[in-house]
């Protein structure tokens, strides 16, 4: 009997324990899901004063995987990296010469390393500093924008314009490189205000591989040439627009529609070829005779305006009020000009008026 009630007891217990154990998350931990990151330099950031012998060194969030981690560092002014070596988390970078006085640097980190666990690195890390007592603190920033919107994809290569009137950026190595952010922003720091000419250049990186493939990605130039100086230290809204040769453009503008006929919408066409049927593409004016055609592949078109009282979408005839056997001319005007239309290009026309001339077809 003892020996009865002693198994229901332990029986008991067995539940009750089970019933409180307290849930464990799987051994290992959660899964790293957060980037490497770099978080602190020697130089730090904005440091003069630094000696020529100096080695660089990069601490990061965590400890990295693999070799050859010298293909991410980048030296500007450019400096031949002799060997980089491990220390826990950090990155000891040793030149194969001394730095050159009186000089400021930037080092830039390019994305693209891994952690132990794979994650891949996604954001590009960079600082400066100098030999001299002071860094160089000259600036240049703005958007770059791809298809008329801010381009987080973009590469920004600044270049130090040489005489030489054959100079072209896509080929060129440029002297300075930054990677936009989600909005499109770029910032090139510490840069000489020395009266420097410089020119800029900026490429969307489809494949974020920081190389521009002409045969598949689109560049652009800032118009102006760049100057800083000792009153014009930092040039904001330098801004950049990336024009895709396959981007379509747009067409906009407004039609006067000065008929009887002034509650009827106003029919738009535009043909590749005067008489194409049907058009290539057709809206609908607004009320106030606003329209707008969206994607128009280059070319060159005609622009028609009309009421289209047969609703064939075609400037024509249409069946005359009182006498169905006779034709009457649709109120139509045609724009006086060949619309042409470039890659990513707005173009805005200017008004044009629908008169009161419609006739009877003989």
């Given amino acids: 009997m003892r020996t009865q009630i002693a198994w229901i007891l332990l029986s008991i217990l067995s539940i009750l324990a089970a019933s409180c154990a307290i849930p464990e998350p799987p051994p290992g931990g959660p899964e790293d899901k957060t980037a490497p990151q770099a978080v602190a330099t020697y130089p730090a950031d904005g440091e003069s004063g630094v000696s020529p012998d100096a080695d660089v060194e990069i601490e990061f969030s965590e400890r990295l995987s693999g070799a050859r981690f010298d293909r991410f560092v980048e030296f500007s002014p450019d400096v031949t990296i002799a060997k980089t070596r491990w220390e826990k988390n950090r990155l000891i970078v040793e030149l194969s010469d001394t730095l050159h006085a009186d000089t400021t640097y930037v080092v830039r980190i390019r994305p693209g390393y891994t952690d132990a666990h794979n994650v891949r690195s996604d954001r590009t890390y960079e600082f400066g500093f100098a030999t001299s007592s002071a860094v160089d603190t000259g600036s240049i920033a703005g958007r770059v924008y791809f298809r008329r919107k801010p381009s987080g994809k973009a590469v920004v290569r600044l270049f130090v314009l040489p005489k030489d009137s054959s100079f072209t950026p896509e080929a060129a190595r440029p002297d300075r490189e930054v990677a936009t952010a989600g909005d499109g922003a770029y910032e090139l720091k510490y840069l000489p205000p020395r009266g420097v000419r410089f020119l800029l250049w900026a490429f969307e990186d489809d494949n974020t591989n920081s190389l521009f493939e002409p045969e598949r990605e689109a560049g652009a130039a800032l118009a102006d040439t760049l100057v800083l100086g000792e009153h014009v230290t930092r040039l904001e809204l330098q801004d950049i627009s990336i024009i895709d040769p396959r981007e379509p ?114």
């Fill in 249 to 362: 453009g747009l067409v906009v503008g407004r039609v006067l529609n000065a008929t009887p006929l002034d509650s009827i919408p106003v029919t738009v066409t535009l043909h590749e070829v005067r008489d194409t049927i049907p058009p290539t593409y057709c809206v609908r004016a607004d009320k106030q005779g606003r329209y707008k055609f969206e994607n128009v592949i280059r070319g060159t078109y005609a622009l028609l305006a009309f009421l289209d009282l047969k609703s064939d979408s075609l400037c024509g005839t249409y069946a005359c009020p009182g006498d169905s056997s006779a034709a009457c001319r649709e109120f139509c005007a045609e724009y006086p000009e060949s619309v042409i239309v470039s890659p990513g290009e707005e173009r805005r026309l200017k008004d044009l008026r629908i008169e009161a001339t419609a006739t009877k077809e003989e």
